[in-house]
Antibody
């Protein structure tokens, strides 16, 4: 079945770097882009960025620009999110989520949604 | 960035009741609106995409409507497994943005 499996929970010190991996199975990685979304304790969902697994280019949340890099490795069907210069407010559960384009209506207009999610990786940044 | 405003932030309802959650976008987003359900400690789950299309396997008591800047999610008859937090999200452009969520609790 289609699934995304993320790397395990991690604890880092402030200022360190973190890499979370997300391995896709049950589908071809390059057929769909992948979003990263995070959720701080007791808070809502925050979009971190998106990577085109076909072309390799990525878009990031503006407030994380310069600290985050997303990459894809087609040979292992995996995407990676690196976050540098970690701060206390980076403490969150990080999710990868496949972005699927649904074709809707007679005109088959494309609408994107995050249809498959990884299990989440809890990242704790200690001061 | 497009801001998504959900209301109410929380509501209490009984099993069998109908509930409606609203989501407003800060600018027109056509029908590019998705709804997700998240239970405590669990992964978000896609319920509805493109405003009103039910994701495969989602019960028909869930429905969505709207366009432009105003959208609703309705649960026609609340079931015990529906108590959760619901988020709207726009896919009109990047950055993708979510509403702050509506927590549906048992009355």
């Amino acid at each position: 079945q289609v699934q995304l499996v993320q790397s395990g929970d991690d604890m880092k010190e402030r200022g360190a770097s973190l890499t979370v991996s997300c391995k896709a199975s049950g589908y071809t990685l390059t057929d769909h882009g992948v979003n990263w979304v995070r959720q701080a304790p007791g808070r809502g969902l925050e979009w971190v960025g998106w990577i085109s697994t076909h072309y390799g280019h990525a878009m990031y949340a503006q407030h994380l620009q310069g600290r985050v890099t997303m990459t894809a490795d087609i040979s292992t069907s995996s995407v990676f999110m690196e976050l540098r210069s970690l701060r206390s407010d980076d403490t969150a559960v990080y999710y990868c989520a496949r972005e699927r384009t649904f074709r809707v209506g007679p005109a088959e207009i494309g609408y994107s949604a995050m249809d498959v999610w990884g299990q989440g990786t809890t990242v704790t940044v200690s001061s | 960035d497009i801001q998504m405003t959900q209301s109410p932030s929380s509501l209490s309802a009984s099993v069998g009741e109908a509930v409606t959650i609203t989501c407003r976008a800060s600018q027109p987003i056509s029908y590019y609106l998705n709804w997700y359900q998240q239970k405590p400690g669990k992964v978000p789950k896609l319920l509805i995409y493109a405003t009103s299309s039910l994701q495969s396997g989602v019960p028909s008591r869930f429905s969505g409507s709207g366009s432009g800047t105003y959208f609703t999610l309705t649960i026609s008859s609340l079931q015990p497994e529906d108590f959760a937090t619901y988020f709207c999200q726009q896919s009109y452009n990047s950055p993708r943005t979510f509403g702050r969520g509506t927590n549906v609790e048992i009355k």
